[in-house]
């Protein structure tokens, strides 16, 4: 069965405590965070100290999504603060390979993330490293955008690159009840949702609607 990581971008973060509490009474499998640095992407999210604080009250795994520019020198920021995969995108790492390398070496798992332009082929020479490889299926730096059903082509190849590997992989962005069939039909393991989980009361009930 498909996996669902709640985006934690579209949580009220006046009340992150009990927003983490309502992720715990759901069947979600991983936690997604969100981490923008206004410079890779128009946009700017929380960092390490937030994660520190919130790592108390759950058990989920947490997978750290850098859209930042210079990933490699946060790295341990990250792995500090409790994240359990760090995914960094292709299009910021000029030495990818080396950077999946210091991931692993900090003990934690490693993710690729690749903007809808880029193609999969920069997976080619790293991918028997990896532990997950993140599609969007939006430009990041938002929540809320339309799924790009372009990418959906991207997927079924990221798909069929992996093959028997032990790889998760994950789409991202604009992910709804419509969308999600879309997505798992070719070929995504693990489904990233903000805004169709955290609108309305019942987040379990929307987590289930992905699946
Ligand atoms: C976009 C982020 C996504 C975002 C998804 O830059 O990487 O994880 O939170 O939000 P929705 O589900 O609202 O598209
Ligand atoms: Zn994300």
């Known amino acids: 069965m498909v996996r669902i990581a709640p985006s934690l971008l579209a949580a009220n973060f006046a009340d992150l405590k009990n927003e983490i509490l309502r992720i715990n009474k759901t069947r979600a499998d991983m936690l997604h965070l969100d981490i923008m640095d206004g410079n890779f992407v128009p946009n700017l999210t929380f960092g390490p100290v937030v994660i520190k604080s919130i790592r108390p009250y759950t058990n989920i795994p947490f997978d750290a999504h850098l859209m930042v ?89 990221v798909k069929k690159l992996i093959g028997n590997r032990d790889i998760i992989l994950s789409v991202d962005g604009g992910i709804n009840p419509m969308t999600s069939a879309m997505a798992i039909a070719a070929g995504a393991d693990m489904l990233v949702a903000g805004t169709a989980i955290f609108s309305g009361d019942d987040i379990a009930n929307n987590i289930e609607a992905l699946r």
Request: hydrophobic share 45%; glycine share 8%.
């Open 69 to 157: 520019q210079n990933p490699d020198k946060m790295l341990e920021w990250f792995a500090l603060a409790g994240a359990d995969i760090i995914t960094v995108h292709a299009e910021a790492c000029p030495q990818l390979d080396k950077t999946i390398d210091a991931i692993h070496t900090l003990g934690l798992k490693a993710g690729v993330a690749l903007n809808p332009s880029t193609s999969e082929s920069v997976l080619k020479y790293v991918i028997d490293k990896l532990d997950l490889i993140l599609v969007m299926t939006v430009n990041p730096g938002f929540g809320g955008q339309k799924f790009m059903e372009g990418q959906l082509e991207k997927i079924t190849r």
